[in-house]
């Protein structure tokens, strides 16, 4: 079966300090690869996706970067943190698969809450 | 644009009542929606979907309704117990791009 690990479950960072978010997959090949994150009461943004090694899809500009050095493996990083940057970030897997009219959908990993003070 | 818009941001259902989560999407591409649960400082997890093809799919106590005219669905949930409460995320696939598009979510209480 496919399990999604993610790491650490808990950051607490001061400002401009580098961050560095990893999530693995097992159990799968050449799946696409998600950092969302849901800032205190609101729903969930995605910041990266990844249809495969190296290649990063950004949606929204800011200080984080993300890297997919290998195939189910993907980081999400900073330079410099922000406090702004505060949230709980999430990766998710989910098949490359295209089906008409099927979505076999995301599989979470538990999830980083992370404080930038 | 939201294309996914959930209005209601909160929700509180006696336990035993019926909980009704509503869901309205703006593209007309759209033709897969998948319901998420999510307890707080976890990940959310699958709950139900359904296909544009369908209007109805029901799992258990839960029941997703498709309204294609309306661009609306809903997530049923009868009876409600107090594990249900729980942000629910609604999402929607479509055409070539296999993203999903959320909503905002919904923050479903329930009271004893």
């Known amino acids: 079966s496919q399990t999604i690990h993610q790491w650490p479950a808990t950051l607490v960072q001061p400002v401009g300090s580098p961050l560095s978010l990893e999530c693995t997959v097992e159990g799968t090949s050449n799946p696409n690869l998600y950092w969302y994150r849901q800032a205190a009461g609101r729903g969930l943004q995605l910041l990266f996706y990844?249809?495969?090694?190296?290649?990063i899809s950004s949606e929204v500009p800011q200080n984080l970067s993300a890297s997919r050095p290998q195939d189910r493996q993907f980081i999400l990083s900073s330079k410099k943190l922000l406090l702004s940057d505060s949230g709980f970030y999430l990766c998710?897997?989910?098949?490359?698969?295209?089906?008409?009219?099927?979505?076999?959908?995301?599989?979470f990993g538990s999830g980083t809450r992370l404080t930038v003070v | 644009d939201q294309q996914v818009k959930q209005n209601s941001p909160s929700l509180s259902v006696q336990e035993g009542r019926i909980s009704i989560l509503n869901c309205d999407y703006t593209n007309s591409m759209f033709d897969y929606f998948l319901w998420y649960k999510k307890y707080p400082a976890e990940g959310p997890t699958f709950l139900i979907s359904i296909s544009s093809i369908k209007d109805k799919n029901e799992d258990g106590r839960f029941t997703v309704f498709l309204n294609k005219s309306a661009k609306h669905l809903s997530l049923h949930i009868v009876p409600s117990q107090p594990g249900d409460s729980a942000v629910y995320f609604c999402?929607?696939?479509?055409?070539?791009?296999?993203?999903?598009?959320w909503g905002a979510g919904t923050k479903l209480i329930i009271k004893p």
């Open positions: 998710a897997w989910s098949h490359r698969l295209i089906v008409p009219r099927v979505h076999y959908g995301y599989t």
């Open positions: 999402a929607a696939s479509g055409g070539s791009n296999y993203q999903l598009i």
């Open positions: 990844s249809v495969g090694i190296g290649q």
